[in-house]
C-alpha cells in the first residue's frame, strides 16, 4: 500500500483563473505514490486504461509518471479517485488481474463507503462496507462490482433459493457459476448441476446431429465457459467424467431428486409454468438452487406465459427465498454493452408508450 509520508494533497479554494472544467469554482489536486512500481502499472493499465476510464467515470484528469499518479478535479471528485485508486492497489497486492470493470466496480463501491461515512471519517473496521466476494482456487476473491452484484452474491450465501432477473452482461450466470464451484471446492456440495432450456421453445432436440452431448452442448456453451474461468480444465473434465459436475438440459431434471448439490436453472425466462414447477420441485435435502433469467428476452410462443415470471409472482413473499433484480446501469461487460441495453430499453419504453396512447379513446 502506499505509505501516508509519499502522499500531499492541496485545495485551492475559492475562484480559480483556470477551471478544470466550465462552472468549476474549487479545484483540488491529490498526489498518490504507490511503494511498488509493478503493481502501480497494473493498477493504471495498460497504455494507462485504467486511469483513463476512471477519468471518464469520475469526470476528473489522472495523469500518471512512473509510480506516481496525480489527479485533478473536484475535491468530492479527487477524494473518490484516491479511494478508488488505493483499493485498486490493494487487490493488485494481492494478486488480482485488474481490468476496466474493476474500475468501475471500486468506483461503486467507494461511492458506498463514502455515502456511510463522513468525508472527515474512515471506517472504524477494515472492511466493513467491502462489497461481498466468493473465492475459488483458480481465480481467488472474486468481488461484486456493484451493489446489485453485492446483494446477489449476500442472498446466494443466506438463502436455499435465489432467483436473479435482469439484463444479458450483469453477470448472473458468472457469478453463479462461482459460487457453485466455491460450495463445490469447500465441501459444502458434492454436486454441480447446471441446466437451461436446450431449445429455447420447446426442447426439441431430434433434428439435431450427434449424440445426446453434441446435441445439447451448444446451448449450453456460456455454462461451459463460465466453469472454465473458475476452475481448471482438467478438474472440469475430471468432474463432468464422475458425475460431480452435471450440465444437462432442463427436460432431463423430470423425476429426480437432487440432495447435497448446486442446481443452477439458467435462462429461466424460456421455461413453461409447468417446466418451472417441475424444476423447482427437484430441490432436496441439503440443496441449494439458482435460477436466472432475462424478462425481456422471452422466445416462448405468443400466449405461453413465462415460468420464471409466474414463479416470481407465486413464491413472492416465501420464506427462505430471495430475489434479485439487476437493471440496464448493473452490466459489468463492455460499455458499449451497457449503452446497447440501455438503448433497447428506451426503445421499449416508447413502443409500449405509443401503444398505450393508440388504446385510448
Not at 472544467?21 to 489536486?29: K, Q, T, W
Not at 460450495?183 to 429455447?200: C, F, K, M, N, T
Not at 409466474?310 to 463492455?334: N, P, S
Amino acid at each position: 500500500m502506499r505509505q501516508a509520508d509519499n502522499v500531499t494533497a492541496r485545495a485551492q479554494k475559492g475562484r480559480n483563473p483556470t477551471p478544470l472544467h466550465p462552472g468549476v469554482e474549487e479545484e483540488a489536486e491529490i498526489i498518490l505514490t504507490f511503494e511498488d512500481n509493478r503493481l502501480a502499472s497494473l493498477v493504471f493499465g495498460q497504455y494507462d486504461q485504467n486511469l483513463a476510464h476512471l477519468e471518464r467515470r469520475l469526470n476528473v484528469v489522472a495523469i500518471a509518471n512512473g509510480n506516481r499518479v496525480t489527479v485533478k478535479g473536484t475535491p468530492e471528485g479527487s477524494e473518490l479517485a484516491r479511494r478508488v485508486l488505493e483499493g485498486l492497489y490493494e487487490r493488485a497486492r494481492q494478486g488480482v488481474t485488474l481490468a476496466p470493470g474493476d474500475v468501475d466496480g471500486a468506483v461503486e463501491e467507494s461511492t458506498l463507503q463514502g455515502s456511510l461515512f463522513p468525508a472527515e471519517e474512515e471506517p472504524t473496521l477494515p472492511g466493513v462496507t467491502a462489497f461481498d466476494q466468493i473465492a475459488t482456487r483458480k481465480r481467488g476473491a472474486v468481488r461484486a462490482r456493484n451493489a446489485a452484484q453485492n446483494a446477489y452474491i449476500k442472498a446466494l450465501k443466506q438463502h436455499e433459493l435465489v432467483f436473479a432477473e435482469g439484463p444479458a452482461g450483469t453477470g448472473k450466470t458468472w457469478l453463479a457459476v462461482g459460487y457453485a464451484v466455491s460450495l463445490l471446492e469447500q465441501g459444502q456440495a458434492d454436486r454441480l448441476i447446471l441446466s437451461r432450456p436446450a431449445v429455447e421453445a420447446g426442447e426439441r432436440l431430434g433434428f439435431l446431429p450427434g449424440d445426446m452431448r453434441e446435441k445439447v452442448d451448444p446451448y449450453l456453451r456460456p455454462i461451459y465457459d463460465a466453469l472454465y474461468d473458475f476452475m481448471e480444465a482438467r478438474h472440469v473434465d475430471r468432474g463432468l467424467q464422475t458425475g460431480m459436475i452435471e450440465i444437462a438440459p432442463l427436460a432431463f431434471m423430470r423425476g429426480r431428486t437432487l440432495t447435497n448439490a448446486v442446481v443452477l436453472l439458467d435462462e429461466a425466462q424460456n421455461t413453461t409454468t409447468m417446466q418451472m414447477k417441475m424444476f423447482l420441485t427437484r430441490l432436496g435435502e441439503g440443496s441449494r438452487m439458482i435460477i436466472n433469467g432475462d424478462p425481456t428476452q422471452i422466445d416462448l410462443p405468443p400466449g405461453q406465459k413465462s415460468g420464471l415470471i409466474e414463479a416470481v409472482r407465486i413464491l413472492d413473499g416465501v420464506e427462505g427465498i430471495a430475489r434479485v433484480t439487476f437493471k440496464e446501469q448493473d452490466v459489468v461487460r463492455h460499455d458499449l454493452v451497457r449503452r446497447i441495453v440501455t438503448a433497447y430499453d428506451a426503445d421499449s419504453r416508447r413502443e409500449q408508450f405509443r401503444k398505450d396512447q393508440d388504446r385510448k379513446p
